[in-house]
């Protein structure tokens, strides 16, 4: 396990100047300011966040980091050094929903996103640098929109809060980037803290910080990154979500989150024969009980026995929804067998990464069985590393 216990992954003290220095070399004067917006792992409640459902993510030590300056003559420039090539510039006037494929569409639709909301950005120049995995699961995206609306908020005085940040960062990824994702990622990057898990009911966005310090209580919370990437993915994505809301829709609700647990049986008769749709309903809403119970375990101080929660959690997202994939399953069944308290797939699907409870001397003997069945099975071989609740995004410098 890399770097045991520690916070893996951090952008090291002291790469906020060094982001600075760069930024200074590519627009010839020092930024306004840096700032930080964090990945995240989803503990439990996945594809409820399109349903108003309930989710509970934590912010992982991996960061994107952003140095930003203002500019008053309606352009943007951006720059990344995690991806070839140098400055692109646009024109703000000229920025259009789904007319960039490339990875600026991200910073350039939180821009767009708000300005149609009424706010003045008059332009920024930005450059980026990032330590959060891409197309792993882990929210790279989100940390991309989120680490630009805060630095914009700040510079230009917007005075908007997380959640409202959230908000227009998943209206930059659904209208100008395309991508029909819900809210719990820009949130969790938005608004998590160190040490805690957060719980926020997706359709008022109320949240609630749970402490969640495994680390105190002897265990620890592995990352598997199976290298397997998702992006190809958002047909399905979409497919799920289309699916989630013909559900809702037959059963006369405004959203699976309004499927009481106990109706369970009573809903999935009325929707008869339509058996993909009944899948997914049963999903969503054992999901939100789920997440529900967790909450409860972890306010009784029963840590240890969300493990065999997160299990059914996979067997739901693997059986009725249908996203996960040979190497997520690997990891899942590998890790219990080998002594993990508890395990499942986090994220979007079809690839990415699994999360797995362990006792914390528990932690070399559960990897190396990962790793082992990954060679057995011709797998790529996983990343692993201790996933330690991080702080949400901030202002660094
Ligand atoms: C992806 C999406 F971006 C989230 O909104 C959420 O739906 C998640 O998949 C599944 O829980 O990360």
């Known amino acids: 396990v890399e770097g045991g216990a520690v916070e893996v992954g951090a952008v090291e003290s002291g790469a906020e100047v060094a982001v600075a220095e760069r930024f200074e070399e590519l627009y010839g004067t020092a930024p306004e300011g840096v700032w930080a917006a964090p990945g995240r792992v989803n503990l439990i409640g996945e594809h409820t966040d399109y349903n108003d459902g309930f989710v509970m993510p934590f912010a992982l030590p991996h960061t994107t980091v952003a140095a930003v300056s203002r500019r008053t003559d309606g352009v943007l420039r951006l720059h990344s050094s995690d991806v070839d090539g140098g400055v692109v510039e646009l024109a703000l006037d000229a920025l259009a929903p789904e007319s960039d494929r490339g990875w600026t569409a991200y910073p350039a639709g939180v821009v767009w996103a708000l300005r149609e ?42 005075g908007l809060k997380g959640w409202q940040l959230a908000r227009l960062c998943q209206r930059a990824e659904n209208v100008y980037v395309g991508a029909p994702t819900g ?152 890790a219990i067998a080998s002594g993990a308290l508890g395990a499942r797939m986090t994220g979007g699907g079809f690839g990415g990464s699994a999360i797995v409870l362990v006792e914390s001397a528990d932690a070399d003997t559960v990897t190396k069985a990962v790793e082992e069945a990954f060679a057995a099975a011709d797998f790529t071989p996983p990343r692993v590393f201790v996933a330690v609740p991080s702080a949400g995004a901030r202002r660094v410098v």
């Open 117 to 158: 909301a009424g706010h003045a950005v008059t332009g920024a120049d930005v450059h980026l640098t990032s330590t959060v995995p891409a197309g792993a699961g882990l929210s790279s995206s989100a940390a991309l929109e989120v680490v630009v609306a805060l630095a914009l908020n700040d510079l230009f005085g917007l």
């Open 183 to 334: 809210i719990m990622d820009q949130t969790a990057s938005a608004c998590c803290e160190r040490g805690h898990a957060l719980f926020l009911d997706t359709r008022d966005l109320s949240q609630k910080q749970i402490p969640f310090d495994l680390a105190a209580e002897g265990m620890q919370l592995l990352v598997v990154d199976t290298q397997v990437k998702h992006s190809h993915s958002e047909g399905e994505y979409g497919k799920r979500r289309a699916g989630c809301e013909k559900g809702a829709a037959l059963l006369g609700v405004d959203a699976l989150r309004d499927v009481a647990y106990d109706d369970l049986d009573a809903a999935l008769e009325r929707l008869g024969d339509e058996e993909e749709v009944r899948r997914l309903v049963r999903h969503v809403v054992t999901e939100n009980h789920r997440v529900e119970q967790v909450i409860a375990l972890l306010e009784a101080g029963e840590t240890r026995a969300i493990g065999p929660v997160l299990v059914e959690g996979h067997a739901s997202l693997r059986d009725d929804f249908r996203i996960s994939c040979p190497e997520l399953d690997l990891v899942v069944d590998t």
